[in-house]
């Protein structure tokens, strides 16, 4: 078999409040997904981190390696990546082509905060200024998304309502999540009596402010074969990714060339040679609504302008049935980012995590696709549409 790059052990921490540092909980993640892996901190060769809100330091995957005792040593690859809630992807995407370039066999991803467990002022005031300049009232970063879906919402037709069936589908759906915030599912009506927090925004539509990390491990089949007992079966290939990006904040014109997950996507499925017909399940970025009806259309589940009407059906059969099968609508079937948590950078690595789970048949019987997917896309979206990247994980040409 030719040399693949493999999730080989992935590994979280609860999500919630927490009351530990970001860098504590980036340590339990990491350890986490070695013992899944079957591996040791000193087998690692590469560490890739993502900064952390709560207490943002220079280098962050190097103080990270430091604590760790992963530095100083000499074949010790080490990175911080920021593309903000792309960074997970954009992470996955560095650390497959370090393996396939040769620098090493074994890379480890990271992504943690505790957000949750800071001061709200505090939060909101640092939030507010990772779109400095953007002349966007507080809290800044619900606005940029709001004013998106307002635009979305006059130049497609998507209403007020179709927003709101987002959180309340993945409502039900992080029900049968055991570590999901959100316990209990709620319709359209409670979401729309949530307070506002933008004009077309409320509280239950906002990505939902968390403490946790987590963690995955990549290795070359070839490496991994040769040192370490899990079986390949266990552990899905990274088939390819793709990235892209926006502007750091919605323009004063909005229009169709701000998004960037269409390029992003496109080049993922390009270099795998797929297309979204080849992909089972779905893992897309929705800190608000529109980003996952936008990330619908980028990825081609339904054309331009048609996400609102997407969702509304799988609202209406859920409805009528009083549940979806996770196969009548294979998407972020851990919750998403209003229902299972949103420790600000970390939650792509989430979908990354139920990923992992469904392709290996790991995700339990309430939320287990039947029959097993073979492929699924990830995608994480960073700042307000600053930052795309994709991945297809699974089955394919390497
Ligand atoms: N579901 C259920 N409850 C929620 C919720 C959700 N999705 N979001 C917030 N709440 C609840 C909180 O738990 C809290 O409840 P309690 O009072 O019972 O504790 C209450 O609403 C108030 O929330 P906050 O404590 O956060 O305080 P607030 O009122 O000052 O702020 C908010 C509310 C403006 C919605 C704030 O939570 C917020 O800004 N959320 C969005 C966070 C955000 O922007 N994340 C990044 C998204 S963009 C991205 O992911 C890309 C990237 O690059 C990072």
């Known amino acids: 078999m030719a ?27 990491l350890d986490r997904a070695l013992a899944d892996a079957g591996m040791a ?25 430091t604590r760790m005792g992963l530095l100083p040593r000499k ?7 920021d593309t903000g809630g792309a960074g997970p992807i954009t992470s996955l995407g560095t650390a497959r082509n370090m393996i396939l370039s040769g620098w090493t066999d074994t890379v480890a991803v990271v992504a943690s905060d505790a957000v949750l467990s800071m001061d709200r002022e505090a939060f909101r005031a640092r939030a507010d200024e990772s779109v400095r300049g953007s002349g966007l009232p507080s809290p800044a970063i619900p606005h940029g998304y709001d004013r998106i879906a307002q635009w979305h919402m006059r130049r497609h037709g998507v209403t007020r309502e179709q927003l709101a069936m987002v959180p309340a589908i993945f409502s039900h759906f992080a ?74 904040y919605p323009p004063a014109e909005i229009d169709e060339d701000l998004f960037s997950c269409e390029r992003a996507a496109r080049i993922a499925f390009e270099t795998a040679q797929l297309s979204v017909r080849d992909i089972d399940f779905f893992a897309l970025y929705d800190c608000f609504p529109i980003c996952f009806l936008r990330a619908l259309e980028a990825v081609g589940c339904c054309p331009v302008g048609g996400a609102g009407e997407f969702v509304e059906r799988a609202w209406r059969k859920l409805s009528t049935h009083g549940a979806l099968a996770p196969a009548e609508f294979p998407f972020n079937l851990h919750g998403g980012l209003a229902c299972f948590g949103a420790p600000w950078e970390v939650p792509a690595m989430y979908g990354v995590l139920e990923a992992v789970a469904q392709l290996t048949g790991r995700a339990g019987p309430d939320r287990q696709i039947a029959p097993k997917p073979r492929r699924a896309l990830v995608y994480g979206n960073g700042g307000i549409f600053s930052a795309s990247a994709v991945a297809v994980l699974g089955d394919g040409v390497y």
Do not use: Y
């Open 3 to 29: 040399t693949s790059v493999r999730i080989v052990g992935v590994g979280a921490t609860p999500v919630g409040r927490l009351g530990r540092s970001a860098e504590e909980l980036a340590e339990a993640a």
């Open 41 to 65: 901190r000193g087998d690692l060769q590469g560490l890739i981190a993502v900064p952390s809100l709560s207490n943002p330091t220079f280098m962050q995957a190097h103080q990270l390696a």
């Open 75 to 81: 074949r010790m690859i080490v990175r911080t990546i």
């Open 175 to 248: 029900a049968r999540h055991p570590d999901a915030m959100c316990r209990r599912p709620f319709g359209v009506a409670e979401v729309l009596a949530s307070p506002r927090v933008a004009p077309v925004t409320n509280v239950l539509e906002c990505a939902r402010r968390a403490d946790g990390a987590a963690a995955l491990v990549v290795a070359s089949s070839s490496h991994f074969r040769r040192h370490f007992q899990k079986p390949l079966e266990l552990c899905p290939a990274i088939v390819s990714t793709g990235e892209a990006s926006g502007p750091l």
